[in-house]
């Protein structure tokens, strides 16, 4: 079967690799109907995370099961599945508890694009979707498998909900989820901070009321101004940078809550400067799987569309181009279609 490989900085690969197959009895494998390019593989892809081999990559997934292992239930061959970028089991007290990416048998799903995955802890990490979805929803579903899941914690994180305002830094897909979350929730004035237009007009479709284009000291004076000089009771982190995370603070009004999903390689706050600043501070990696069945519902009742995210797709063939329009922001995700 044929699998993406990232052999170093700006080097993304497409390969022949041994088919999936089952390793252990709680295993699945899926033949992946589609898989997509995330914001956090660009961390890689410019070489600020490191690896020292050749790495399979992938970790956004939909397909159909085409194996199940002996000790899997609740699950048959032929179903629709989505599932986390963590597998779990989702038994265990801390899965329990709603944050199955810190499961204590987790484990990473980081092979999806390709033509086949094999998904351990499955009847834990995996959710058939009921029906046949239309292309549309198909597309929304991929998204369900991280960045909407995301952007839900995100937006749970922040406190999210009706009367207040929530302000979005990061205009990628995470950040635009995290727009379609707050609205969801309920949130009254929802503001992001984009300077993209077309982000912008996507930001606007899911729900966004307000646009701010400035950054850095700039931006911060505009969202005050907006919000009578006190900063925001909701805050959302979605881009993981010094500069991201740092505006971010500054916006959270004393008392408010900040939720922080951006994969942070590059950011830090000093002890002092949180304590001083009397904030609530949350996130992390989303508990995805927590929140799939929800999702998948309000995606096949037609009652959110987060697919429209995907504004370029690409055959898997062709994976190492959709990196490039990712890099390069001329789209906000992309669909690999194996």
């Known amino acids: 079967m044929k699998a993406t490989f990232m052999h170093g900085p700006y080097d993304v690969r497409v390969a022949e690799v041994p088919p999936a197959r089952i390793l252990e009895p709680t295993d699945a494998v899926i033949q992946v109907r589609a898989a997509c390019v995330c914001g956090s593989d660009l961390w890689r892809y410019r070489g600020i995370a490191k690896h020292t081999k050749p790495r399979r990559m992938g970790h956004e997934y939909i397909g159909v099961i085409s194996e199940l292992g002996p000790a899997v239930s609740g699950l048959a061959v032929g179903d629709?599945?989505?599932?986390?970028?963590?597998?779990?089991?989702?038994?265990?007290?801390?899965?329990?508890?709603?944050?199955?990416?810190?499961?204590?048998?987790?484990?990473?799903?980081?092979?999806?694009?390709?033509?086949?995955?094999?998904?351990?802890?499955?009847?834990?990490?995996?959710?058939?979707?009921?029906?046949?979805?239309?292309?549309?929803?198909?597309?929304?579903?991929?998204?369900?498998?991280?960045?909407?899941?995301?952007?839900?914690?995100?937006?749970?994180?922040?406190?999210?909900?009706?009367?207040?305002?929530?302000?979005?830094?990061?205009?990628?897909?995470?950040?635009?989820?995290?727009?379609?979350?707050?609205?969801?929730r309920g949130a009254e004035r929802i503001i992001i901070m984009s300077r993209n237009p077309e982000r912008q007009k996507l930001a606007r479709y899911f729900g966004a009321t307000d646009i701010v284009s400035a950054r850095g000291?700039?931006?911060?004076?505009?969202?005050?101004?907006?919000?009578?000089?006190?900063?925001?009771?909701?805050?959302?982190?979605?881009?993981?940078?010094?500069?991201?995370?740092?505006?971010?603070?500054?916006?959270?009004?004393?008392?408010?809550?900040?939720?922080?999903?951006?994969?942070?390689?590059?950011?830090?706050?000093g002890g002092l400067d949180l304590f001083m600043s009397n904030i609530h501070l949350s996130g992390g990696a989303a508990p995805v799987r927590r929140y799939l069945p929800e999702l998948i519902a309000l995606i096949m009742d037609n009652q959110i569309d987060p697919g429209r995210v995907f504004d370029a797709e690409v055959p898997l063939a062709e994976v190492a181009r959709g990196y490039e329009l990712m890099d390069t922001r001329a789209a906000v995700k992309v669909l690999v279609r194996p």
């Open 80 to 184: 629709l599945v989505v599932g986390s970028f963590i597998a779990s089991d989702n038994t265990c007290p801390i899965c329990v508890a709603g944050y199955q990416s810190k499961c204590v048998q987790a484990q990473g799903v980081g092979e999806a694009q390709a033509e086949y995955l094999r998904i351990p802890l499955a009847s834990g990490t995996l959710v058939p979707v009921p029906g046949t979805p239309t292309p549309a929803q198909e597309r929304s579903l991929l998204a369900a498998s991280d960045v909407l899941g995301t952007g839900w914690f995100a937006a749970e994180c922040a406190h999210a909900g009706p009367g207040k305002t929530t302000v979005v830094v990061g205009d990628g897909a995470v950040g635009l989820m995290a727009v379609l979350a707050a609205k969801y």
């Open 217 to 269: 000291a700039e931006g911060i004076a505009a969202i005050m101004e907006l919000t009578a000089g006190l900063g925001a009771p909701s805050v959302i982190e979605a881009v993981g940078t010094q500069q991201a995370f740092d505006q971010a603070r500054a916006l959270t009004r004393p008392g408010g809550y900040l939720g922080f999903v951006g994969m942070g390689y590059e950011a830090s706050i």
